[in-house]
C-alpha cells in the first residue's frame, strides 16, 4: 500500500505520557505531524510535549469522561484547525484470577480500554470525518488469544477490537479509515508492572515461544508508524501475530486444556497475585480516580 505523508498532519495520541503512546508520539513528530498529547499526567505529558520536533500541546483528561474528552476535541481543533489522525492507545491492566479479583480494578480496566476508546472516537469522529482522517485502535495479542488469569484485559482487548471493525464499515464510506493494531508483550511500564507479580511473570514464561517474549518498544512502535502511514486496517508490532490470525479459531479450545493444567499447577500460589492496576499507568489512575473522588 501507499504511504500518506505525515508532514503537516495533525495527529492525537491518547495516554501519551509514558511507553507506547510517548515513542508514538515522538516518531509522528520526527515525521513531520503535529501532536496532540492526551492522558493523565499533566508533567509527563508536557515534558513529552516539550521534547518533540513540531508543534505540540498537550491536555490532561479522563478518556472515560465524555464531556471533558468533547472538551478536548473542541479545542484541539482550535488550537491546530483540524484532526487527521487519531490513536486510542490509553489504556490499564490488572492480572490474577477472577474469582478473587477486586470488581473496581476489573470494571477500570474494561472502562478504560473498551469504553474510553469508544468516548474517545465519539469525541473526534466529526473533525476526523471532514479531514477523511484515520483512526487507530491499539489492541493486543490478549484480542486474538484469550488467557487465564488476564479476563478484564482480554475482554477489554477483545472488545476494542470488535469495535474497531464496526466502525471502519460505517464510515470507510465517508473517506475514514479505521485500523487495528495488535500488540504481543512490549517493553513497557505495563508489561513491567505485571512482571513484578512473580506467580504472573512464570505463567508468562510458561507460554509457547514467540507469545512468551518481551519484545522491544521501537520497532513495534516503528510498525504503528508504518501502518498509520498506510492508514492500515491491521497492523501488526510483531512479526508472527499477523500469522495468529489464522489459527485464533482453535485458540480458546487449546487454552482452556493448557490453562487448566497451568492453574492447577499454580492455585497454592495464587492467593498472593496483586489485585489492582499494573505499572506506573495504573497507579496514575488509581491517583486520579482517589483526588478526584
Known amino acids: 500500500m501507499s504511504r500518506v505523508a505525515l508532514e503537516g498532519q495533525v495527529a492525537v495520541v491518547t495516554g ?10 515522538r516518531k509522528l513528530s520526527a515525521r513531520g505531524a503535529k501532536v496532540a498529547l492526551v492522558g493523565l499526567e499533566p508533567d509527563g505529558l508536557k ?9 505540540a500541546h498537550c491536555w490532561h483528561a479522563d478518556v472515560t469522561d465524555e464531556v471533558a474528552m468533547a472538551q478536548v476535541a473542541r479545542e484541539v481543533k482550535e488550537r491546530f484547525g483540524k484532526v487527521d489522525i487519531v490513536v486510542a492507545n490509553a489504556g490499564v491492566a490488572s492480572g490474577g484470577p477472577f474469582a478473587e479479583s477486586d470488581p473496581a480494578a476489573w470494571r477500570r480496566v474494561v472502562e478504560v480500554n473498551l469504553i474510553g476508546s469508544a ?3 465519539r469525541a473526534f469522529l466529526p473533525v476526523l470525518l471532514e479531514s477523511r482522517g484515520y483512526f487507530l485502535q491499539i489492541a493486543s495479542l490478549a484480542a ?7 479476563s478484564a484485559y482480554c475482554a477489554s482487548k477483545a472488545g476494542v477490537e470488535a469495535f474497531a ?6 464510515v470507510g464510506y465517508r473517506g475514514v479509515g479505521v485500523g487495528v493494531a495488535y500488540l504481543s508483550w512490549t517493553d513497557t511500564d505495563m508489561v513491567r508492572g505485571a512482571d513484578q507479580d512473580e506467580v504472573m511473570r ?4 510458561r507460554l509457547p515461544w514467540p507469545s512468551n517474549r518481551t519484545y522491544p518498544l521501537g520497532p513495534a512502535v516503528d510498525r504503528l508508524v508504518a501502518g498509520i502511514e498506510r492508514r492500515s486496517a491491521h497492523v501488526y508490532g510483531q512479526w508472527w501475530l499477523r500469522g495468529m490470525q489464522s489459527v485464533r479459531g482453535y485458540l ?17 500460589r495464587l492467593t498472593g497475585v496483586g489485585k489492582g492496576l499494573v505499572g506506573a499507568g495504573g497507579a496514575a489512575d488509581e491517583q486520579e480516580r482517589t483526588q478526584r473522588n
Open 16 to 25: 501519551a505520557a509514558r511507553g507506547v503512546g510517548e515513542l508514538l508520539a
Open 47 to 55: 515534558n513529552v510535549a516539550e521534547r518533540l520536533h513540531t508543534d
Open 119 to 121: 468516548v474517545t472516537c
Open 144 to 150: 486474538i488469544t484469550p488467557a487465564p488469569m488476564m
Open 165 to 170: 471493525h464496526s466502525l471502519r464499515a460505517e
Open 202 to 205: 512464570e505463567l508468562r514464561q
Open 252 to 268: 480458546p479450545g487449546l487454552i482452556a486444556v493448557a490453562g487448566q493444567r497451568e492453574m492447577k499447577r499454580f492455585a497454592p
